[in-house]
């Protein structure tokens, strides 16, 4: 939003203004309203604007100030491939079919890749890839099960395809068996006696626990602000990869 600080009703450029008016027919003083996009003193920028991937690590995201800025992001952000590539899948083979995480990367990684050479080629590329695709020319899709998936993968007893390359790329290194971190393993994907299924997940006397139980454990590491607690550990988790294990894990419950 910042980028189009300047603009208010309609679009309207209040830039020479000492007035802005929104939408909501709301006023404020504009330069008050610009405090709020200031940059703090020592950060050697003038605009706290950009692509905002951690409030923790700035050096994650992309700073700007004009529009001309955000062109350029556009150009060079790995998250504007993927869902360029994520909009091509949908529009080829279905909106509400599942997507296998590592397949969807190595989409727009290849693509991205191309592109550096050569766009309108790597956008061909990507078409192609995707019309000779399993999910293309499958005749009945089911839309939970994945019919592609990242070349060299090999699932096996891997949770359901939607979020299992989500949790092998940002969890699996500490969550790989029981005996591990919380007891929790999240590399595999088991059935209860009760058919719900779940991970393998044990409490202090090697019990397995209920299903709902891992889950809002699972829910409330992910989403917590304590930085003590929230998952993963001392490390990075793309906010589209947070969202999409947040919106699957509430399905499950």
């Not at 994650?60 to 899948?89: M, Q, T």
């Not at 590399?187 to 009760?194: E, G, K, Q, R, S």
Request: contains cysteine.
């Amino acid at each position: 939003a910042g980028f189009f600080r300047n603009n208010g009703l309609l679009f309207t450029d209040f830039s020479k203004s000492p007035k802005i008016l929104f939408d909501d027919l709301a006023t404020s003083d504009r330069a008050s309203y610009l405090e709020n996009w200031k940059a703090r003193p020592g950060s050697g920028r003038e605009w706290n604007v950009g692509y905002v991937r951690s409030v923790s690590d700035e050096s994650l995201n992309d700073y700007g100030s004009g529009i001309e800025d955000l062109h350029a992001l556009f150009r060079r952000a790995p998250e504007v491939k993927r869902c360029l590539s994520r909009r091509a899948f949908e529009y080829m083979v279905s909106e509400n079919q599942t997507i296998d995480a590592g397949y969807l990367d190595f989409l727009a990684e290849e693509f991205t890749r191309r592109s550096a050479a050569n766009s309108a080629e790597a956008f061909k590329w990507l078409v192609k890839t995707l019309a000779l695709s399993n999910s293309f020319s499958e005749p009945d899709l089911v839309p939970e099960e994945c019919y592609d998936r990242r070349p060299g993968s090999a699932p096996g007893s891997a949770p359901p395809c939607r979020v299992a390359f989500l949790f092998e790329r940002n969890c699996v290194s500490c969550h790989a068996s029981t005996s591990g971190p919380g007891r929790l393993n999240l590399a595999n994907w088991i059935t209860l006696a009760d058919g719900t299924k779940t991970f393998p997940h044990l409490d202090r006397t090697g019990t397995q626990r209920p299903a709902r139980e891992t889950f809002e454990r699972i829910s409330e590491r992910l989403t917590t602000s304590d930085e003590n607690r929230r998952m993963p550990l001392g490390s990075f988790m793309t906010s589209q990869d947070r969202q999409e294990l947040y919106l699957w894990i509430q399905e499950q419950l």
